[in-house]
């Protein structure tokens, strides 16, 4: 599973780095990013660290820092997407462990 997550994290850091970011760029990010947080709360299982990076795109975009903002906006979407892996991952091994 942290597998996972860390190359979640890794391809969504490295998508942004070729380029500058637009704000087109950092729009689409930050609504994915709010999105599939949005589906991680519906299971139940946000992370607070997903919050925190949208937080902390918002805040560098309203800075001017669109490449940073971009950057965060993705991570913050590789954070929502590995929480939902995880809550749906969990909702099926709990049937294949062994009750003692």
Known sequence: MKKIVFAMMVSAVCAGSARAASEADYLAAVAAAE?????????????????????????????????????????????????IVQATSEKQRWKEMEIR
Not at 52 to 81: C, F, P, R, T, V
């Open 35 to 83: 999105s599939a947080n949005k589906e991680a709360g519906r299971l139940r299982n946000q992370w607070t660290v997903t919050q925190a990076a949208i937080n902390a795109a918002k805040k560098a975009a309203e800075s001017g820092n669109l490449d940073q903002a971009l950057k965060s906006a993705q991570e913050a979407e590789a954070l929502a997407k590995a929480s």
